[in-house]
């Protein structure tokens, strides 16, 4: 805990506290795929000016400290919203993509996938090791990348529209690692060029008060059917805000829904008044407005009967994706990670030729459980 | 605190403890209206075996319990739960109304209204003396008589559908107020018409196996934009289930996300939930199926933005409704108790001959000020 203390610039009790408190937990499974990393330390929830997903690294070359990528906060109407938050600024209209989040860091000799809760993750790791070129490290040694991993090889959020087989990473930011201050959004650009790297798009950049450009954009992004945009000064001095589409709004409902017993409550309120906001803020004729009532009654009724209906007939409700493992090895290890997680799963080997193909389903025991309660004749409160 | 100690069978500082932790509460304010009752407490939770709005009375004439009405589990899904909860008894169909649930009881000389909760309500105690002979109470002394009261003049839950403009009571249970046993459905009919009580009404009694009976009777009530039933047990030996249909389901809904601030997180689910089931059981057409999808989108969106709509324009989010009060005494009497409650209202004389028409506004304050910041540019979580 002492190297966790010195480099928060705590007491030793006061990180032993945060440990007993479970707040400070350990962020990586000791494995030899990890093999440049001591000890790891990540944070479970803010503390003092420490994100929540700070990873402290007792590596074989020094003791490190990767800062959690920061929450970015939510526009539920462009107007006014924009404008008081960026005043005058110059804004970048970044594609918001719907993946998860990982920084990519060098540790030592490796890379290594940290996710958003700051855990060392072995699939995420493999991956990153697969596609993406360590000599940006060289030049920038306090930097992370922080990328979205797309695609459908995603253990956490796979993902159809975007066309990726497999887990392929965009990056959005380049942060300092221990400041967590932001390159320029010019700045990644030029480094993401001369890298090689896969950026998010960035749709325009233009002016809080360029209303109909921005509109147009989220309309293009919301017939692709995608998440949203991610609005940044260009200088990357004041935080970023996120607005999401209709599109995305309605795709998390009709997760949530699926797995009604796990996630609906949770995720529901919020993605309807987004909705809410954005069809008063857009003047929708009649017809527009009643298909968003029918996309969205869809969105919620449509996957929770065909949950019920597959429970009627015998089935289980499982979270499915197919992943690609290089070895065994990194496979045991990626269950390790899922059971440390607490995640109820299966994986089910599909072929191996090569590399290993599983099927990972992540068992919904709480829909599962309720709809076959309910079918069976159970009362409800 | 004594009194309602041996009442309950409880230890003097059993009561107390009860007391300090806010489970037993004060039941009524004292005041000439109420004459016959010198301390009330009601139970804030269930505890033993006492249901919650459990009342105790000291009244001029010896202590009284009230016993709380019980919760009715609800039937999501009518086959096979039914059958499993009823076996082959002969079953009810009562009408499930919705306005507010109210033992009317006798204390002293006088009639009082008590609500769910176990509060003596003034204005619904005005309305039970003015619309209740109190006769019966003289040949069932023990007995309270469980009402729903519903019109459009109700402070708690206004309701139009009924064409009822001010707030008559309908008896759905009789039940000793001490044990809470119930008379049986024939009992409760043959004591209602002689003493001339408005019931609830039974729309059939049948078995628990015809569904199509059942369905029938909840469509007509679906139609007609009623709640729903609950099946009683003709002996009310078994406790009594409840369902509801689609028409309340989204109307409870509506009003839920026109005061999203304040309700929807609690509501939302749950009438969701019932939505699915209905949808899966009764085998819907998909064009019936598309009708509820755009059905439970409208009354979502719809008075959501109908609030937005109006926050932007500068006025502000009441819950409304028209009371009628017979004088200045029990209105003010009225207002005490709301605050008792913590209730956040405005109220507005509209005119006044014989008796006090009053517009009675509940100021939803969560909405209001959520509204209120996201179009004023506020950025979210």
């Known amino acids: 805990m002492n190297f966790v203390a010195k480099a928060l610039n705590l007491s030793i ?10 707040i400070l937990r350990k962020a990586i499974i000791k494995h030899p795929f990890f ?4 000890e790891a330390f990540r944070l479970d929830k803010k503390f003092g000016f420490y ?6 690294v007792k590596a074989t070359d020094g003791v490190r400290v990767f800062r959690g990528f920061p929450k970015i906060r939510r526009a539920l109407v462009l107007n006014p919203t924009l404008k008081k938050h960026f005043g005058d ?3 970048a209209l970044e594609e918001k993509m719907n993946g998860y989040n990982v920084r990519v860091v060098k540790i030592g000799e490796n890379l290594y996938g940290i996710t958003r809760r700051g855990l060392i993750c072995p699939y995420t790791t493999e991956k990153a ?9 060289e030049d920038y040694p306090d930097y992370m990348l922080c990328c979205e991993a ?17 887990l392929d990473f965009f990056l959005f930011d380049i942060r300092n690692s221990r400041t967590n201050e932001s390159l320029s959004v010019r700045e990644k650009e030029e480094i993401a060029e001369s890298y090689g790297f896969r950026m998010a798009r960035v749709y325009l950049t233009t002016h809080p008060d360029d209303f109909n450009g921005i509109k147009e954009v989220i309309d293009e992004l919301n017939s692709n059917r995608r998440e949203g945009v991610v609005f940044k000064d260009i200088e990357m001095k004041v935080d970023p805000l996120k607005y999401t589409t209709s599109s995305a709004n309605t795709s998390d409902l009709h997760y949530a829904f699926r797995y009604f017993g796990e996630y609906a409550r949770d995720f529901m309120l919020a993605r309807i ?3 809410a906001f954005q069809s008063f803020e857009f003047h929708e004729s009649c017809e527009e407005f009643n298909e968003r009532c029918l996309r969205l009654g869809k969105a919620i009724l449509e996957p929770m009967i065909s949950s019920i209906r597959e429970c009627s007939e ?3 409700i499982y979270d499915e994706s197919v992943l690609v493992f290089s070895s065994h090895e990194v496979l045991e290890l990626f269950k390790q990670h899922l059971r440390l997680l607490g995640v109820d799963f299966k994986v089910e080997i599909l072929d191996e030729n090569g590399e290993i193909r599983v099927k990972f389903k992540r068992v919904m025991r709480s829909t599962n459980d309720r709809i076959r309660g309910i079918l069976n004749g159970s009362t409800w409160r």
């Open 13 to 22: 009790s006061a990180a032993e506290r945060l440990e007993e408190r479970n």
């Open 35 to 38: 093999p440049d990393v001591i």
């Open 51 to 56: 994100e929540d997903g700070t990873v402290v």
């Open 89 to 91: 600024r110059e804004i």
């Open 129 to 137: 090791r697969e596609s993406i070129e360590s000599d940006f490290f």
């Open 150 to 166: 797309v695609g459908l090889a995603s253990p956490y959020v796979p993902n159809e529209v975007y066309g990726i087989e497999g």
């Open 273 to 275: 008044v987004r909705e």
């Open 314 to 316: 015998g089935k289980t």
